[in-house]
């Protein structure tokens, strides 16, 4: 059976089909010249296989086709297909001129076309869930002998490669099939010599694994005989093997040209993707002598801040449950040398090697620094909260732009520290769209606490810099408006492409001592992670730093110039410290030291950076205490000093002005 690419097309009287990516055409209900040299529309055909293509000119997205009455006929794309042909009976046809070949319709509804060409019956299915689902399911069913089967599937898969790659119900039971297929090619195997197959996307070898008495070790080595140096070697342990008839011992291996079959959530796979299976469909699972694979790899550069993992496909996951991890550790462990890493697992399944997130902590200190965050967090909630409630009871605060301000800022950290205290327990739920809510949530409120500690900076800039000039009609509406509204625009967008890219979701951290992965909810695309949030804080943490340095010049130049031959200078310059020590908190600098973890970790840095962000909220909620306090003590001395005035002028003239008269 002959398989090929194809995408119907409408046409005005005529309906056509055009095979992607070789731009070849079937006409259907028509005819069409073969074996012409100088035709525009040629029938090929391959005089060893019987199998058969067709041509025709196009131009751009419109094909123009002329009948015997002459007449143009225009037609436009409609939908991907997929299209499986018969062989062509070569006898019946003249192989030496010029002749016409007739095409009739046979069937045409709205989810399948079939249709004869001479001695071939041609079968187009459009590329829906429910068709292709259909097909798949009769070929499990009813398979037949040989690679026809895996063939037909794989040509489905590519024929309808969109559906696959944005379908991931269809793309996990394509998996399935395929498994099932390769079982009975391995089982159908004769004793003897490696069988091979190639099938373009992968390739199939099975081992007959008779002669075990003879072998020297525990181990037995198998590799295809595909000439790629990327072709892991593999070695399987005679003990998993000593159960199994030795008429069945037959082991097949797959190598997959491309592992995009199975990314289901983003994940970077730097080798070949390998699959053993045994005959009968037998289960190597829990051996006492692991497996072993070497496998090269692709780049041998790792990024920073990523390491590199053997890790197992899970065939029986649950595409419908969000929890479900596709790509496992397991029974594995990684072993790396240079550029070739070796897999040790108890358990045949597909492997690959994959690049992962990594924390390069190992448990202990991953321990210490989530028992420092959630504390800190916890505090900050808190604190923040007795700071939007004093905002809400105090009508003076109110009045204050640069307390406004302040609490803005730790409502969005209010929101932040909640958020994340909730994202390993909404994580563990198994619930994508809880995983996904919490996410954005932390996501919208990080970069709100951004954009606020920006907004702190400018204001700061306008009271201690500009100074004059700096009256702006709804200033507080207007700042709210950014705060709020420039983040939430942001992960509003990131939401809405859900069904296009999913850019939230549980995604998993590795400890660097134990392989072992915790879930976390955030953001699941690396490039939108660096892109937004990087790049995001580095133009606020320029702006704040640049602010802050100005702000610290001020300050300095009013305490050299202000404090002249006055008493308690010490004092005072202890006190600018702590206000410039106050500032870089309220701005947020202490979250640049994020760039000094940046590739190799520093374990006292990531200390620094946990105390100083995670207790953010309630270091703020001191400045708001401390700034507080210093306006009651001017209030205070204000209010004396109008006392005194008043005492003042309530004197009668004569103690204010004594007379001069002596006698008095």
Request: proline share 4%.
């Amino acid at each position: 059976m002959y398989v090929f690419v194809i995408r119907i097309l409408y046409c005005s009287t005529l309906k056509t089909a055009t095979m992607f990516p070789l731009h070849l055409l079937l006409l259907i209900s028509g005819t069409l010249a073969m074996n012409c040299s100088n035709s525009d529309d040629t029938f090929y055909l391959n005089t060893t296989t019987g199998e058969f293509s067709m041509t025709i000119n196009m131009l751009n997205e419109t094909i123009t086709i002329k009948d015997k009455a002459e007449e143009n006929l225009k037609c436009f794309w409609f939908i991907e297909s997929y299209v499986e042909c018969t062989p062509m009976n070569m006898t019946s046809i003249n192989l030496t001129e010029c002749q016409t070949v007739k095409i009739s319709v046979v069937e045409n509804s709205t989810s399948k076309l079939i249709f004869n060409i001479t001695s071939s019956t041609c079968e187009v299915t459009k590329c829906t869930g429910t068709e292709i689902t259909a097909l798949m399911r009769e070929i499990q069913d009813h398979p037949s002998e040989g690679p026809k089967d895996l063939k037909r599937v794989l040509n489905m898969r590519n024929m309808c490669a969109d559906l696959f790659e944005n379908n991931q119900t269809i793309r996990m039971m394509y998996i399935g099939v395929e498994r099932g297929l390769v079982h009975n090619m391995i089982n159908i195997s004769i004793p003897g010599e490696p069988l091979y197959y190639d099938l373009s996307d992968l390739a199939l070898t099975v081992f007959n694994l008779t002669n075990l008495t003879s072998a020297d070790d525990k181990m037995v080595k198998i590799k295809a005989p595909e000439n790629n140096s990327y072709i892991p070697e593999t070695w399987i342990p005679i003990d998993a093997l000593q159960n199994i008839p030795e008429e069945k011992r037959r082991v097949g291996v797959v190598t997959y040209k491309s592992p995009n079959q199975f990314l289901f959530k983003e994940e970077l796979v730097r080798t070949m993707v390998i699959r053993i299976e045994v005959d009968g469909g037998r289960q190597l699972e829990n051996l006492i002598t692991p497996l072993k694979m070497k496998f090269k790899l692709f780049d041998p550069i790792i990024p920073v801040n990523y390491s590199l993992s053997c890790q197992y496909f899970n065939d029986y996951g649950d595409i419908n449950l969000p929890d479900t991890v596709f790509w496992k550790t397991d029974g594995c462990a990684t072993k790396i040398n240079d550029s070739v890493v070796e897999c040790i697992c108890n358990h045949a399944t597909p492997f690959a090697v994959l690049l992962i997130a990594d924390l390069s902590i190992d448990g202990v200190h991953w321990r210490v620094l989530s028992y420092i965050s959630y504390i800190g967090c916890g505090l900050s909630a808190f604190f923040t909260a007795v700071s939007f409630l004093t905002y809400v009871i105090t009508m003076n605060s109110r009045v204050d732009n640069a307390n406004s301000i302040h609490v803005s800022l730790s409502g969005a950290l209010f929101l932040l520290n909640t958020s994340f205290l909730l994202n390993e327990w909404g994580a563990s739920l198994g619930i994508r769209g809880v995983c996904i809510f919490i996410a954005a949530a932390i996501h919208y409120s990080l970069l709100s606490c951004f954009t606020w500690m920006a907004i702190e900076a400018v204001h700061l800039y306008l009271l201690l810099v500009k100074v004059f000039n700096t009256y702006y009609r709804h200033y507080m509406a207007k700042l709210s408006a950014i705060g709020w509204g420039l983040p939430g625009i942001i992960v509003g967008v990131s939401l809405a492409v859900k069904d296009i890219k999913p850019l939230y979701g549980p995604t998993e951290m590795t400890m660097a001592d134990t392989n072992q992965t915790n879930t976390i909810c955030w953001i699941m695309d690396i490039p939108f992670f660096y892109s937004m949030n990087l790049a995001y804080f580095t133009i606020i943490f320029v702006l704040n730093s640049g602010i802050l340095l100005t702000v610290t010049t001020r300050i300095c130049q009013l305490q050299r110039y202000g404090s002249k031959g006055k008493p308690g200078k010490a004092s005072l310059a202890w006190k600018d410290i702590g206000t410039v020590l106050g500032l870089t908190c309220l701005l947020g600098i202490t979250w640049g030291l994020a760039f000094l973890s940046y590739g190799y970790v520093n374990l006292p840095i990531l200390y620094l950076f946990s105390i100083f962000n995670s207790l953010q909220g309630f270091f703020i909620f001191l400045w708001i205490c401390g700034t507080a306090r210093k306006d009651r003590e001017l209030a205070a001395n204000t209010k004396s000093t109008s006392a005194a005035l008043n005492t003042s002028t309530a004197k009668p003239k004569e103690d204010m002005f004594p007379s001069n008269n002596p006698c008095q």
